[in-house]
């Protein structure tokens, strides 16, 4: 466990160095000295696939607590790196949509982001492993992706989070692809199909909550199927989903599962947490429980569980 004040343990910072909040690493540094800390491990990296081989260092020098300074690309490559370690997690969150820490009630506020690293609830999470990489958001495969991987290419920069309704238009004409979805070993959906997510928490890219009962610590993954093509058809899914309905449209089909296996009849490209990934024709996925130690705002009452 972590000591207060007087002389709390060893603790690394994972920062992406081009992303900011409030006054930025300078005033991180501030408050890590405030909070009497005894052993500040510092690691800084200029893109976020750099981070988990710092994360790891950060586990060989004996981090009791690692901050993860960054957006969902970086606290995804992180806790990738710090799954089954048992070591807690903090997440100060510095990025573009932050969902993940926007899921567990973390602010987009310097001071209080630290103040609950250090002195909220540590909780153990679920995590989503697909193709042998953790996830602490969703995956995704098809239209989702594809948004995505546009949003990537310097949009996300200039536009932010408005850079996810752009790249969304330009592909809501995208073709319906042969899909088999297998759900704990049977046969769940065999047909066409645009976009498949994996969810962990209920709300993802763009702010939409997609899976309106998810909660990341029951030990399931949750899974939808859409088949919308077109403007109208996707103007009807994204609807539903802004009300909180998504399992009324349609043109989706959701579930619950453990493992999920999946088959494509063309090569399409996936997403972990909002970072578009390879191309693929096949996914192996699976929840892992309990598989990372996160600080997250202490809860109100006893035996309350925390909502996603």
Request: with cysteine; charged share 30%; glycine share 14%.
């Amino acid at each position: 466990m972590l000591r207060r004040r007087d002389g709390v343990g060893t603790v690394a910072v994972v920062a992406h160095r081009r992303k900011s909040l409030g006054g930025g690493l300078d005033e991180l540094r501030r408050l890590l000295a405030d909070e009497g800390v005894g052993k500040l491990l510092w690691y800084e990296v200029p893109k976020s696939k750099k981070a988990p081989k710092q994360a790891r260092k950060a586990l060989k020098e004996g981090a009791e607590l690692v901050l993860v300074w960054g957006g969902d690309g970086m606290v995804q490559r992180c806790v990738d790196a710090l799954a089954g370690s048992g070591v807690t997690m903090g997440i100060i969150p510095a990025g573009t949509a932050n969902l993940f820490a926007r899921n567990l009630g973390i602010p987009e506020d310097l001071p209080e982001a630290v103040r609950i690293a250090f002195h909220g609830e540590s909780r153990r999470l679920d995590l989503g492993k697909v193709n042998g990489e953790h996830f602490a958001v969703m995956a995704g495969v098809g239209f989702d992706a594809e948004m995505i991987k546009d949003a990537d290419r310097g949009l996300k920069d200039r536009l932010g989070r408005a850079a996810y309704v752009w790249t969304g238009l330009r592909h809501v004409r995208g073709e319906l692809v042969p899909m088999k979805v297998k759900i704990d070993g049977v046969t769940w959906f065999e047909g066409e199909a645009s976009c498949l997510l994996l969810g962990n928490v209920g709300t993802i890219t763009g702010g939409i909550e997609a899976f309106d009962d998810a909660c990341p610590d029951d030990g399931w993954l949750e899974i939808g199927v859409t088949t919308a093509k077109g403007p109208i058809q996707w103007a009807r899914v994204l609807g539903r989903m802004s009300a909180g309905r998504s399992e009324e449209s349609p043109f989706v089909r959701m579930t619950r599962a453990r493992k999920v296996g999946v088959k494509l009849g063309a090569p399409m490209t996936y997403e972990l947490d909002g970072g578009a990934k390879d191309t693929v024709t096949e996914l192996r996925a699976k929840v892992v429980p309990g598989g990372i130690v996160v600080r997250v705002p202490a809860r109100e009452a006893p035996g309350e569980r925390l909502s996603a």
